[in-house]
Nanobody, 127 residues
């Protein structure tokens, strides 16, 4: 089982870019499908991006396509989320999550399929 630690959040102005990282511990990181979710104040946690074990397929929520890029480096046991052209509505706590279910390639946004979550990193975008 992996443990996940996010970093890279902060306070930025609208239009800026930010790169989030999620470092994993454990020997089997490359076996995990990885996802990024976010939760804004008073809202449900929502899927933003996902990536298969070797990065061959990427998944994005419609709301972030074109601005968010997910990637991973299995040698470094890290998954990344590059966020460009930040908007105030991107303000949220961003979580990474890991899962091994084969269903994730069809249901990347299904929270229940992820078995391990990080503690989150806060991104605040000022207008």
């Amino acid at each position: 089982q992996v443990q996940l630690v996010e970093s890279g959040g902060g306070l930025v102005q609208a239009g800026a870019s930010l790169s989030l990282s999620c470092a994993a511990s454990g020997r089997t990181f490359s076996s995990y499908f990885m996802g990024w979710f976010r939760q804004a104040p008073g809202k449900e946690r929502e899927f933003v991006a996902g990536i298969t074990t070797i990065g061959s397929s990427l998944y994005y929520a419609d709301s972030v396509k074109g601005r968010f890029t997910v990637s991973r480096d299995n040698a470094k046991k890290t998954v990344y989320l590059q966020i460009n052209s930040l908007k105030p509505e991107d303000t949220a706590v961003y979580y990474c999550a890991a899962g091994t279910s084969a269903r994730l390639q069809f249901m990347a946004g299904e929270r229940s399929l992820y078995t391990t979550w990080g503690q989150g990193t806060l991104v605040t975008v000022s207008s």
